[in-house]
């Protein structure tokens, strides 16, 4: 049924909040079903919700492989609490042994929002950047760059190009013929923020974890779906185990031994296949049956937990004859902390939300206007109870300011049982609120000389 499809839009201002039909729609991963060792605050309150092969990244981890973490801001405006919650995502992959690598969109955030280049640069690094470091990122392995001078960003975004087309975009977007270019250059540019850490020059082939908010889905789809597309080995369950297949494309045919008339040179083929089985052999499998004729390598005793092991071998084989030899990022998805108001966060409405930089006075008469799941009077509020899930005092609590789950659950507790009044909550929020914001006003000016360091 048409009209139950919900699509995302990234530019847009409305926002879906059915987080258990995009994970259905999507084909996203709860992450009620991973063990996370270590958990975070947002992941142990269920905020950060979903996710795409996380798994592979916490495998490596585990191993001390390297993996890299990349996310990327929009430089329109003032830093908020929302912004703050993906460094809070970054950090905890920082910890876990990840490089960070951050796009500063300022060719998005010109064509979409009219900011320009130099601006941008202003707002990363005075409204950004200088809020990671206070927020305790670490500048030794964080790379902040600017889209408009990665060259090679928007070379993979045009060569990547060529492997999409507008019916895909309309479809994953909800683009018509109305739709201006720039919200059609904007996915492929950030396809390329994405792929290009696994790139030799910048760190070379290693999974990646995309951490962001589901408005961003629809780029992840995308480029799930291009990098797919490049690469020249795939991996399919086959009724014993896994197979593997070769795509033929219009780069790899030479190499793939195809003649100019189509015939396959069977010399090469048979070559092709003998590096596909040595690329694999040392993984352990006790057989590996080749078959250049139809183009299939098997290896019955394979499981699903060997893909990723085989998938990797195959993408540096690819790499080696001359192929990007792309994996698929990995991502995490967070819920959206409600504005203020009610609405929408925004930075371009400054009463849905706490900016980084708001004082406490700013930050008190914020919270006490905002949006309470309070009942009307005392009386009431004493026998029905107040709701937290709409409380927006209780749930900044809950995503930004208060760490101890136990005496959260209690707060909970007692507001739905109308034991704390609205205006006691609020209290509790605007105390934490003020000792966050002027001790994070704090680390901002003793980390001010770390800022250059984060675009080196
Ligand atoms: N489009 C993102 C936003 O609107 C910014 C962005 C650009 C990004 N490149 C990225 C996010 C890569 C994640 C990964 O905020």
Known sequence: ??????????????????????????????????VIPNPSRLQRRGIIFAHRELDTILEASRKG???????????????????????????????????????????????TR?????????????????????????????????????NI???????????????????????????????VQAPLVQAGDILHPQLDEYGGLRPIVVPVGVDQDPHLRLTRGLASKTNWFNVTQAKMGLQIGVSIQEDNRKVMGIEPNGRVNKDVRKNIFSQVVQSISSLGFSDIISNPKHGTVNIPSATLRDKGSIKMALLRLERSMGGLGLLSPSSTYHRFAV?????????????????????????????????????????????????????????????FFEEDDAFLAELNQSYRSGKI????????????????????????????????NFFQ
């Open 1 to 34: 049924m048409m009209n139950d499809k919900l699509t995302i839009d990234p530019w847009g201002s409305a926002q879906s909040t059915d987080y258990s039909k995009i994970i259905e729609q999507f084909g996203l991963s709860s992450l009620d079903n991973l």
């Open 114 to 150: 009219g900011v320009s280049l130099e601006e941008g640069r202003r707002i990363a690094k005075q409204e950004y950047v200088a809020y990671y470091a206070a927020l305790g990122l670490n500048p030794e392995n964080t790379t902040v760059y600017f889209q408009s001078e990665r």
């Open 339 to 399: 504005g203020m108001t009610g609405d929408k966060m925004s930075s371009s409405k400054p009463k849905t939300t706490l900016f980084l930089s708001d004082n406490s006075e700013t930050a008190e008469k914020k919270i006490k206007k905002s949006f309470s799941g309070g009942q009307a009077t005392i009386e009431e509020h004493r026998r029905l109870g107040g709701d937290p899930d709409k409380d927006v005092a209780f749930q900044y609590m809950m995503y």
């Open 421 to 452: 009044l609205a205006g006691e909550m609020k209290q509790m929020c605007i105390d934490r609120a003020c000792e966050w914001l002027s001790n994070l006003s704090e680390l901002k000016d003793q980390t001010s000389h770390l800022v250059d």
């Open 65 to 111: 492989d390297p993996f890299g973490v990349l996310t990327g801001l929009m430089p329109s405006g003032k830093m908020h609490l929302g912004h703050s919650m993906v460094i809070d995502q970054v950090k905890w992959f920082q910890e876990a042994g990840g490089d960070v690598t951050i796009a500063v969109a300022d060719l998005e955030s010109n064509a």
């Open 153 to 183: 960003v928007q070379k993979l975004g045009f060569q990547l190009g060529k492997r999409t087309n507008l019916s895909e975009l309309e479809a994953i977007y909800g683009f018509d013929g109305s739709t201006n270019l720039a919200h």
